[in-house]
């Protein structure tokens, strides 16, 4: 139990894909203009790594290592979660309506989001089992929806301020991006202090 | 031998997940309304909201689901959207009649005094809730451009401190009026009629001594209207589109020039 809240805690915190490990710095620059358009695409994330780990870590398990094809890894798990993906939106618009309007614009975009690959990979190199892997991924895309959200806050006080000229638009989101990151370094060794 | 099996395998995952989708996009498929596809195409989609809905989409999805609701409501397309979707539902439009969005404020950076220089956050609400920004008149335009950012249509520009609504690329969905937080901007019927461009309700000393053009509330106009649609309430003159023919009297003896034609 330690061991997963462990796992939890330093892929929400320490490891953070965004904002420590630069996986995924596309829709958070992105879809990080506003709060609840950042909420939104934080929960999708979350919904797609959870999925995208139960498909693919049996995939790795059953299929790649038993043929010894470990090196086919990246396309076949690219394949299967953009499918999966997919699927998941035919059945949203199908059974699920109301979630589908409020998700929907996000799913295609995450479909082959380097995040998602990064934790699907990041997990089997590791060595995780199945259910720490499913552990590993929640935490990742809590991670991932809390730095949305906060860059989110972030940006909207920098929207209003009035930079120089050269500073105005991308580079000063850039610099407050990396401002929040630097921030989030400050976590590093916390966990082992508090789990370890 | 390798390379045989990863490509087999490689192969049968890729058709497994193709015929998953295939058999899913077969079963699953979402029956869409072709009365709501018929009824967004008639619509504009400038999703500016004036109907009342959430966008184009919302609105045709609420006309196919209710025929109950009034196929009028979309300001940018007018009659004729409002007559295509009729057709498209098949009963008679009523067409609401055209509206467009006018700044009730003609004080720009030229015309009306400052009391101090304002270097707050660049938005209009905010320079309002600063002792109400620069200006020496706290009724007008701030000039900020909380319009401006609103507008679906670029019809705003902000000249001499001052917002301008450009009347032929204004559709009239009062995003703007809602928009500005002291109120200057008020949708009018899209006619030629005399306008007060002026929102201040302060006594006319009070007025000039903050700006040139404001309406010091004299009543000539009201006195010279051979229609009787000026009346003056709260020492602000305000003509009655319904009643004004545009004959432009009132502009004509208006000692301040806060009455204007505007022609549509």
Sequence with gaps: MTKLLAILFASVLVNNYTLVKFLGICPFLGVSKKVDQATGMGIAVIFVMLVATAATWPIQTFLLDRFNLGYLQTIVFILVIAALVQFVEIVLKKYLPALHKSLGIYLPLITTNCAVLGVTINNMTDGYNFLTSMVSSLGCGLGFLLAMVLFAGVRSRVEEAIPPKPFSGIPITLISASIVSLAFYGFAGIVTNIFG | ?264
């Design chain 2, 1 to 264: 031998m390798s390379i045989l099996t990863a490509t087999i395998l490689v192969g049968v995952i890729g058709l497994v997940c193709a015929l998953i989708l295939v058999i899913a996009s077969h079963y699953m498929a979402v029956k869409v309304n072709e009365t709501e596809l018929a009824i967004r195409a008639c619509l504009p989609g400038a999703n500016c909201g004036a109907c009342g809905y959430s966008g184009c989409d919302g609105y045709a999805a609420a006309l196919a689901a209710d025929s109950t609701i009034a196929a009028n409501l979309c300001r940018p397309g007018g009659a004729e959207a409002a007559e295509k979707i009729a057709a498209a539902l098949g009963v008679t439009a009523s067409v609401a009649d055209p509206v467009s969005a006018y700044v009730r404020c003609s004080g720009d950076c030229n015309a009306r005094g400052q009391i101090c220089h304002y270097e707050g956050v660049q938005t209009c609400s905010a320079a309002k809730l600063l002792f109400g920004g620069g200006s020496a008149c706290t009724f007008g335009c701030l000039g900020y451009g909380s319009c401006v950012a609103v507008c679906p249509n670029n019809a705003i520009c902000i000249e001499n401190d001052i917002a301008h609504i450009d009347p032929r690329r204004c559709v009239g969905c009062g995003l703007c009026a809602k928009a500005c937080p002291n109120k200057v901007i008020t949708l009018i019927p899209a006619k030629n009629q005399s306008v007060v461009t002026c929102s201040s309700q302060l006594k006319g000393p009070k007025v000039k001594a903050a700006c040139k053009v404001g309406c010091i509330g004299c009543t000539k106009c009201a006195k010279v209207c051979p229609a009787g649609a000026v009346t003056i309430e709260n020492n602000l003159a305000r003509v009655d589109p319904e009643k004004c023919t545009g004959c432009g009297v009132c502009v004509d003896n208006c000692p301040t020039g806060a009455i204007r034609a505007y022609e549509f």
